[in-house]
């Protein structure tokens, strides 16, 4: 299997893990809870994949900065959290380090 398409696997099995975490209701509920355990299962099994051929901290970073940036957006649009000014420049700068990483790094195999 691609890295990428690994990694990108275990970005978006993380989020819905993450996003059901909080549907949970602390462990209280069982479908939510059930897909916190599948959605982490799923994301490290494929982060393992990854590290294949990325190294760990480059594949750490892209793995969590690209979650928090989804998972952000979805307690906006799903949960209706609230996104003030320094939240949005922290997620910028989040999305422009994963892109300095990818863009830049010479430890990134493309």
Not at 32 to 56: D, E, N, Q
């Amino acid at each position: 299997m691609n890295h990428w398409l690994a990694l990108a696997v275990a970005i978006f099995a993380e989020v819905i893990g993450t996003t059901a975490l909080k549907a949970s209701n602390e462990f209280t509920r069982l479908i939510p809870s059930a897909f916190v355990v599948a959605g982490y299962g799923t994301a490290f099994y494929f982060m393992a994949i990854s590290m294949r051929a990325l190294p760990v901290g480059i594949m750490y970073a892209i793995w969590s900065g690209m979650g928090i940036v989804l998972v952000s957006i979805i307690g906006w649009l799903v949960y209706k959290q609230t996104l003030d000014l320094p939240s949005l420049v922290g997620i910028g700068l989040i999305i422009s380090g994963v892109i300095v990483i990818n863009l830049f790094s010479t430890s990134v195999v493309h």
